[in-house]
């Protein structure tokens, strides 16, 4: 089976680069060595992210969060990327959006910031017409082997945007390039969250009035079903969730995280892409690191997209939203992914289970193009 190329809707990738210092430039298991015996794995796990795994894994286009969390939200005093208010919130958001500049301005081979439909078709052709190759190296008795490598797209998404002054604001971050904006992440003043089982405030349909006329794309991830099913009749812009899984098959049915059946259909019925996220937890009931006979598999991930596929009649509303370094890491996801790289093995699970060609095309990176197609400026 030839690689497929990947886009993958959630990383956080600033949030991690800013508060322990790592460089996505580095493959993920030098990440590993140099973090060994660190705080940093207690408190973030082992990444799974790194270029060269980006490589490998033919993950073409990535969404990158800008992450800042109210504080007194969690964490410790080691929190970089944490606010008292609207000030403090600015500043460090635009740090990270600094982050995501000199990481494309100054490794353009590896990285490059998208903000419209040219620049995503111009990241994507390449990917699209031949995969990438990273061979192992050489021995003294064989030539080098060819190397073929794509720079990887960054789309900036806004995870949490309670730390805006008023709504209006959300114009300033729009100019900066932020495209895709999730207003809740813990709890926000502007709709309910799964923590906070409410719907949407005045400020809060505010807020979705001024991005829908910027073109925004509104992420509904972390939103309570109140709020969702707020926004499917609402916001009239392009709507998606980006790291969210099935709470049916997770068997509990008062954790709002994750998406009724009624918030799927009526999120298909907006021709929404919702991403799947393989922490174990979020994959599977009863979930543990620490039992071998609790643990997830690629046919859990699997389960999840099937669920949604079942209800929406088609593979066109399903895609990859690995939340990935977002507050853990390996060993904590699917037993199979040692790193993003090993996305690609996720292929032939699907077809196992009666996909075809096309449509696993469309499950790893298709229905997340036509998504930002549809909400991306021209040029």
Request: net charge negative; with cysteine.
């Amino acid at each position: 089976m030839s690689p497929y190329w990947i886009i993958d809707a959630h990383q956080d990738m600033a949030y991690n680069a800013l508060s322990f210092g790592r460089d996505y430039l580095l493959s993920a298991a030098e990440t590993r060595r140099l973090e060994h015996n660190t705080p940093v794995v207690e408190r973030n796990g082992h990444t799974m992210l790194g270029w060269p795994e980006f490589q490998r894994g033919q993950v073409a286009l990535i969404c990158a969060t800008l992450f800042i969390a109210p504080q007194g939200s969690g964490g410790g005093s080691w929190e970089t990327q944490v606010y008292r208010d609207a000030r403090q919130a600015e500043s460090l958001w635009q740090g990270q959006i600094d982050y995501y500049r000199r990481l494309a301005g100054d490794h353009p081979d590896h990285f490059r910031l998208v903000t419209n439909r040219t620049e995503l078709a111009d990241t994507l052709a390449p990917w699209m017409a031949e995969p990438a190759e990273l061979p192992p190296p050489a021995t003294e008795e064989q030539e080098p082997a060819r190397r073929v490598t794509h720079p990887v797209g960054l789309v900036l998404i806004m995870e949490g945007a309670g730390g805006l002054k008023e709504p209006k604001q959300i114009e300033r971050w729009w100019e900066a390039g932020v495209r895709i904006v999730g207003p809740v992440w813990s709890g926000s003043r502007f709709c309910g969250s799964n923590m906070e089982p409410s719907s949407f405030t005045r400020e809060g349909l505010e807020l979705l009035e001024v991005m829908a006329g910027l073109g925004m794309t509104l992420d509904v991830s972390h939103m309570s079903e109140k709020a969702v099913l707020q926004a499917v009749d609402a916001y009239e812009g392009n709507i998606v969730a980006t790291h969210a899984n099935a709470r049916a098959l997770l068997k509990h049915p008062e954790d709002e995280r994750h998406l009724s059946d009624l918030c799927i259909r009526r999120l298909v019925e907006r021709e929404a892409v919702i991403g799947i996220l393989p922490f174990g937890k979020f994959l599977r009931p009863g979930w543990t690191s620490h039992d071998a006979a609790a643990l997830t598999t690629f046919d859990h991930i699997v389960a999840h997209i099937d669920h949604i596929c079942q209800i929406a009649g088609a593979a066109h509303h399903v895609g990859l939203g690995s939340d990935f370094d977002g507050g853990w890491g390996w060993p904590h996801a699917t037993v199979e992914l040692n790193s993003i790289a090993d996305f690609q093995k996720l292929a032939p699970r699907l077809a196992a289970s009666g996909y075809n060609e096309r449509e696993i095309g469309l499950i790893l990176g298709e229905n997340w193009r036509a998504a930002l197609e549809r909400s991306l400026p021209p040029a």
